[in-house]
Nanobody, 121 residues
Framework: QVQLVESGGGLVQPGGSLRLSCAAA????????MGWYRQAPGKERELVAV???????NYADSVKDRFTISRDNAKKMMYLQMNSLKPEDTAVYYC???????????????WGQGTLVTVSP
């Protein structure tokens, strides 16, 4: 029933900006830790940014001061604002969230389907 749907990827020139969105479809009783990951072909998935339930955020050194993770719990949305994009940012970006999907359930881990970001001159 509950799933994460990502959007906002595309082709952008170096120095440009993109805003990725992650929407939780379905009824959600609680939202825990959320994060953005990325994976280039033939490479392992790596953490980009994380937002803890208490509001603390952390970023990979490679995106620090360029990317911003944010969340709107009322809208069940998560965002990744990406500025000053570099060619090395090219990857498929995935959102992840720990969600409580029923009153009796524990928190479960959900992943989005991924959205491709290509940074090229």
């Amino acid at each position: 029933q509950v799933q994460l749907v990502e959007s906002g990827g595309g082709l952008v020139q170096p120095g440009g900006s993109l805003r990725l969105s992650c929407a939780a479809a379905g009824t959600v009783f609680g939202i825990g830790t959320m994060g953005w990951y990325r994976q280039a072909p033939g490479k392992e998935r790596e953490l980009v940014a994380v937002s803890a339930a208490g509001g603390n955020t952390n970023y990979a050194d490679s995106v620090k001061d360029r990317f911003t993770i944010s969340r709107d719990n009322a809208k069940k949305m998560m965002y990744l604002q990406m500025n000053s994009l570099k060619p090395e940012d090219t990857a498929v970006y995935y959102c992840k969230a720990d969600l409580k999907v029923s009153i009796m359930s524990r928190y479960l881990e959900f992943w989005g389907q991924g959205t491709l970001v290509t940074v090229s001159p």
